[in-house]
């Protein structure tokens, strides 16, 4: 062998065992389980093709990591051992011939298949049914004593119940943070600003090894038995499975996954129901595993070093992989909301080739410390869209800030970002193209412009055949353009055109609502109609005047400042003045005499004499608004069969409450 290889196998091996001491004893895991598995089986090749340079102490040879100090030793009485893998129904065959072979077996073997649990194993100790003890499995003969964590998760009882318990019993299985407990936990760190967890496991490492069980308490695990260590002084069945009901009936659970099957065929079943089950389950799993069920060909079958000869996981396609992040992309959603995409170095995960993944916005970019060049964890869990979970400093590569943009990359409007925001916006909502198709079927509709006939279809045909690209664009369309159109006849079009050339005549709070100006209604944009009169008013209004006006906050004025600022949506505004579109001249004499100006009703309940769009309507042309919820600036509040928080709050809040008759006797007089 050469010093080149003799260097190679050296190198791996401390690799490796950093990874190990990474994840089992710092549970911070810094590569993916399936670059570890690669790891290791590399490993594993070069000591068999080199075995005078095998080694007890290498990471094929040896279980998990390091104890921490921090906690107290605990000798396992039996080794806490690993599982073998397989990848392949090849390589379960190989495994069953394995043992058929061993035990000169010609039977078909019956196994006990059970879900692989993507947890932290722990030992519990049972002494005349009492819990005694809880350790983790550290490096399968010494392990960390977490009895006080332990006896914080809900489901493992303290007490054993029932009867023919064993005077000592030892019960084998894995902790777990439940997927949507996991969820739950990283969202509320990532609202309190602190750090998450990668996945689940690390979730479930971590909580179980904190050195104050108040912590631990805090912490939403739950335990799951597979298997029995020691037992003293009790009989128990000789079926692996069998044994495994026994705990059930003593309270201590089970997964519902677990099943007997009969072969490599039997098993095989399994493996494809639960990896197709495997995106419902309730906690993480990365694979299945075969025991053979009978107990005494189990002590027939032994161990090598590290692992039961009579049992082994069959892996699933990994969920998560590393590859390199190459550069970021920004897109424009159909509202201009800016994403940024990442660029990776094209990786097989989940059942397929990942090359791209989002990152959903700027705060997701800090939040992971993501710079280009970074080696980084991909996530892809069934059919979910692949994420970005962790990035790891790649040394070799030179990193790179992510700088994200200030003018959209479409259209080269300026992009809006609110403080308190996570998402930023494109403001060129008339212009964009990335935005265009949403921009005119706003424009188009029934609350807006109300051209009947230009429904969603016939505008994504216009936008796709290249015939419009803005809403001014439709009042320049001709019945010929339109006849070649899918379910478009001459008598069709010709209505079409009349209805686009009608729909001229409108208000300005129609022309400002179909604008599309994020968060302006039509309250908001009748109130802006009726304050400034003119659109040319508004174009100019400063913050300081949006502001005084009613449903319009510090957030509202900054969308319409933004937007009248953009040179593209002002040329589009032009087009649609020039194209005729006109209203009636508001005059500000006319709103002073209305009696129910300054006046704020809201709708609750339902009318039976007068539709609520009526009543509305009716309420608003006589000066007053119309909200949709209760404050203390509200006036009235119309309360209508079946009325429920709405009336209860105006209760609270002192506010008058008419009935319908009361409003329909208002609006008489």
Known sequence: MSQTTDTKITLLREKIQA??????TLDAPTVTDAEYDRQIK???????????????????????????????????????????????????????????KRLDNTAELRFCVEPKLDGLAISLIYEQGKLVLAATRGDGTTGEDVTHNVKTIHNIPHQLQGDNIPARLEVRGEVVMPIADFERFNQQALANDTKGFVNPRNAAAGSLRQLDSNMT?????????????????GDLAESHF??????????????????????????????????????????????????????????????????????????????????????????????GAITPVAILEPVFVGGVTVSRASLHNADEIQRLGLEIGNTVIIRRAADVIPQIVKALPNATIKSQT?????????????????????????????YCAAQRKQAIKYFASRKAMNIDGMGVKVVEQLVDEGL?????????????????LERMAAKKAENLINAIQNCKQSTLAKFILALGIREVGDATAKNLAEHFLTLEALQNADTESLESIDDVGEIVAKHIGSFFRQKHNQEVIAALLSAGIEWPELMAKEQQVLPLADKTFVLTGTLTKMPRNEAKQALQALGAKVSGSVSKKTDYVVAGAAAGSKLLKAQELGITVLTEDQMLEMLDH
């Open 19 to 24: 990874y190990n001491h990474d994840y089992y």
């Open 42 to 100: 590399l490993l594993r090749e070069l000591e068999q093709q080199f075995p005078e340079h095998a080694r007890p102490d290498s990471p094929t040879q040896t279980v998990g990591g390091a104890v921490l100090d921090a906690f107290s030793k605990v000798q396992h009485e039996l080794p806490m051992l690993s599982l073998g893998n397989v990848y392949s129904a090849a390589e379960l065959d190989d495994f069953i011939e394995r043992i058929n």
């Open 217 to 233: 308490a805090q912490r939403p695990l739950a335990f799951y038995s597979y298997g029995i260590g020691i037992i003293e002084q």
């Open 242 to 335: 069998q044994r495994l009901q026994q705990l059930k009936v003593w309270g201590l659970p089970l997964t519902d996954e677990i099943r007997l099957e009969s072969g490599a065929e039997g098993c095989i079943a399994a493996y494809t129901q639960l990896l197709a089950e495997r995106a419902t389950l309730p906690y993480e799993i990365d694979g299945i595993v075969y025991k053979v069920d009978d107990i005494a060909l189990q002590e027939q079958l032994g161990f090598i070093s590290r692992a039961p000869r009579w049992a082994t996981a069959h892996k699933f396609p990994a969920q998560e992989e590393q590859t390199c992040l190459l550069d970021v992309e920004f897109q424009v959603g159909r509202t």
């Open 402 to 430: 992510i700088v994200f943009p200030e003018h959209c990359p479409v259209c080269d409007s300026e992009i809006e970002r609110i403080e308190g925001e996570a998402i930023a916006r494109c403001t060129g909502g008339l």
């Open 468 to 484: 419009i690209n803005t809403p001014a664009d439709l009042f320049q369309l001709t019945a010929e353009q339109l006849i070649p």
